[in-house]
């Protein structure tokens, strides 16, 4: 059974930082998609980066690039999101997701396995 574990969401002024932490279990984690999607009140789901285990790849959205970072930690079957110079509009609950994508790694449709999802607030 698959289980991701996010961490480090919280609330942050506009300009701050955040890290927010994905602990996958139950998966072979070297050979999935893992990613991140956020989701606002009253909007749909949305991709906004994902890898490769191995950082072989990764993409983002336009609205974080430049702004945000993925990464994987494979020892510790984890995976972040380093998120700088936060806006209000980054303000969602965010959402870890594990699966093999075919056509588009930032598709929610396209993933199997998600987490519970964190908080994300950032005030101007």
């Known amino acids: 059974q698959v289980q991701l574990v996010e961490s480090g969401g919280g609330s942050v002024q506009a300009g701050g930082s955040l890290r927010l932490s994905c602990v996958a279990s139950?998966?072979?984690?070297?050979?999935?998609?893992l990613a991140w999607f956020r989701q606002a009140p009253g909007k749909e789901r949305e991709g906004v980066a994902s890898i490769y285990p191995g950082g072989y790849s990764t993409y983002y959205a336009d609205s974080v690039k430049g702004r945000f970072t993925i990464s994987e930690d494979n020892a510790k079957n984890t995976v972040y999101l380093q998120m700088n110079t936060l806006k209000p509009e980054d303000t969602a609950i965010y959402y870890c997701?594990?699966?093999?994508?075919?056509?588009?790694?930032?598709?929610?449709?396209?993933?199997?396995?998600w987490g519970q999802g964190i908080q994300v607030t950032v005030s101007s």
């Open positions: 139950g998966l072979i984690f070297n050979s999935n998609w």
């Open positions: 997701a594990a699966g093999k994508p075919v056509t588009n790694s930032l598709s929610p449709h396209q993933y199997s396995s």
